[in-house]
């Protein structure tokens, strides 16, 4: 019996694991789930799970689903198992998350987290941010952010205006010690923590999170507009001239 | 010689002037001028101007220009002459603005400053802006951020995550006060204060800034990426469908 695996271990365990929040409502897309949409042919979060799927040392990739979605995926996700393995996702972003958490082999000593909805992560992106969180400390794919930023009360006055150059925009991916962020989950439940990015509950416990070099083509489908400009990248990658005759 | 105008007044002069700070030398574009470049047929700069010169009660425009081409600017400029003025603009941002403003009646009561690389501002959300600038309160229009906001340190370390739900994206137009616009200039200069927006000197010497809803559509054009985004929404604005099949 000495060869015998322990249940939560077994032979195949990747080092390095995805998990991919897709649970959302579509609740800013009028009830259309973002994550099914189609976008040139493909739908979102295929496109989302392409980049990781692609990788070699990406053993595993959770996905948090919408909870009445698991039993009965979409035929293009339930083709990717065992590789892609199903979890219910919950009301928050972070409830998905340590869902998909729950499902990743104990063995695994580096967690992506990549968003449902950012169908076009650059390959660049992903190596540049798990290349970055190394020794300990995790790694968020950034951009700068194109417009000064206001802070507001409650009745829409502006009362600050934070230094920009010191501001980043966060994207997925986001890389993390396993075990960091299994820690940062537990202690942000005990604390009540919500409505946040794993980076903040990480650098909220004192973990170190390092900024990387994001892409503008990485943007996050959150409203019908955003999927009007995901869709002309997409154009720009197929091909250097564009119908209305502009060169990027 | 009762009847004859002081230097400064005329009986023309406009209630309401608009402010173009369009003296950008296109380093982030490779030395490419962003507000000459040509979006769909006309240029970027062209397209900022329009919806300002549409509107009824905006009698005059400045437009600060690189200092260079206000002698020999491009013909579908100088064709705006006399409602559209031009004025040589400055090293920074803040200095065209302040050219800009020398060159602004002093009958002027208010006054909106619109950025000339933001070739889409949708006429709603001029008025908007403008209809909340009102009983000496400045507005800026400004829209929701997408994106999770990191501050990092200058090690590329993130320090902080502010609360994303207190934070907008600032865009232009902003509209302000004439007086106040000016004496918020005339501290910036006092006090050395550079590399802020409009709003931001406003805010500082304790001026009322009121956020108001603005558009994705209104972008800034920084990066040859912001010019496909424009692009597509050029695209969905010639009709309700794309060239890919995809509806907005």
Chains 1, 2 share one sequence.
């Not at 994550?35 to 496109?47: H, K, N, S």
């Amino acid at each position: 019996m000495s060869t015998a695996p322990r249940p939560e271990a077994s032979p195949a365990a990747p080092a390095l694991a995805a998990i991919v929040p897709a649970g959302g409502l579509g609740r800013r897309m009028g009830g259309t789930r973002k994550q099914y949409m189609v976008l040139d042919g493909r739908p979102v979060l295929l496109r989302a799970l392409e980049p990781l799927l692609a990788h070699p040392e990406i053993g595993l990739v959770v996905v948090a689903l919408p909870a009445g979605d698991v039993e009965d995926p979409p035929a293009w996700l339930a083709d990717l198992a065992p590789r892609v393995r199903l979890v219910a996702g919950g009301a928050q972003r972070s409830d998905s998350v340590r869902s998909a958490l729950a499902a990743v082999p104990a063995e695994c000593a580096r967690i992506v987290v990549h968003d449902g909805a950012r169908p076009l992560l650059p390959v660049a992106v992903l190596e540049r941010t798990l290349r970055a969180a190394v020794g300990g400390a995790a790694a968020v794919a950034v951009l700068p952010l194109a417009d000064t930023v206001k802070e507001v009360d409650d009745a829409g006055r502006v009362v600050a205006t934070p230094d920009r150059a010191r501001l980043r925009a966060a994207q997925t991916p986001q890389v993390f010690p396993a075990t960091l962020l299994r820690e940062a989950h537990r202690r942000a439940v005990v604390d009540g923590v919500t409505g946040t990015d794993d980076a903040a509950l990480v650098e909220r416990i004192g973990g170190t999170v390092l900024a990387v070099a994001g892409s503008p083509e990485n943007l996050k489908i959150t409203t019908p507009e955003d999927l009007l400009v995901a869709a002309a990248f997409l154009a720009r990658r197929a091909g250097p001239e564009l119908a209305n005759g502009l060169r990027p």
